[in-house]
T-cell receptor, first 111, second 116 residues
């Protein structure tokens, strides 16, 4: 079993839809949780960075962490074609921040 | 530039050849990480440097893989006697401070390595 599980998709939604991306993790030591966006042939770009449980909002993006159920979510409001990318969830126990990634969910927003 | 820079962007080598991949981290970043990303997978941790010290190399898949950061800035990942299973994108990331911190990692665009 991988430490971070994520549905690879692909997920196709119409422009303007609310997108929900989810991951589960098994490592109880994880304290920091991240969402990265990766466009084709580019490196991962940090979208959201949260500590412990709770919500964090940044523009159209909201990240949620529920440590009791080991569940991580990313919501994208008013999705745009430019949001089409692979979204990687990740966790870390801190320290020197070795990050463990999920497989990534491929999202396509259709105009 | 302002971001993490990796070179070359693409590398093709014949099986058995040695390759060297370069990473220029963001200026002033203490921590440097190497990851391997196979096709359709998430990045997998290879090794970590704090300044010039290699503090964790537990992710290196074999003794054919070697990384160094001699002056605490630029890093090189070397793969000896390459095999086809080494074909992947090799990503470098850096972060501002060292251990026991919570600064996020910033990634370069990677080197896409193909072994023929």
């Amino acid at each position: 079993q991988k430490e971070v599980e994520q549905d690879p998709g692909p997920l196709s939604v119409p422009e303007g839809a609310i997108v929900s991306l989810n991951c589960t993790y098994s490592n109880s030591a994880f304290q920091y949780f991240m969402w990265y966006r990766q466009y084709s042939r580019k490196g991962p770009e940090l979208l959201m960075y949260t500590y412990s449980s709770g919500n964090k909002e940044d523009g159209r993006f909201t990240a949620q962490v529920d440590k009791s159920s080991k569940y991580i979510s990313l919501f994208i409001r008013d999705s745009q074609p430019s949001d089409s990318a692979t979204y990687l969830c990740a966790g870390s126990s801190g320290g020197y921040q070795k990050v463990t990634f999920g497989i990534g969910t491929k999202l396509q927003v259709i105009p | 530039g302002a971001g993490v820079s990796q070179s070359p962007r693409y590398k093709v080598a014949k099986r058995g050849q040695d390759v060297a991949l370069r990473c220029d981290p963001i200026s002033g970043h203490v921590s440097l990480f190497w990851y391997q990303q196979a096709l359709g997978q998430g990045p997998e941790f290879l090794t970590y440097f704090q300044n010039e010290a290699q503090l964790d190399k537990s992710g290196l898949p074999s003794d054919r893989f070697f990384a160094e950061r001699p002056e605490g800035s630029v890093s090189t990942l070397k793969i000896q006697r390459t095999q086809q299973e080494d074909s992947a994108v090799y990503l470098c990331a850096s972060s501002l401070v060292g251990a026991y911190s919570n600064q996020p990692q910033h990634f370069g665009d990677g080197t896409r390595l193909s072994i023929l």
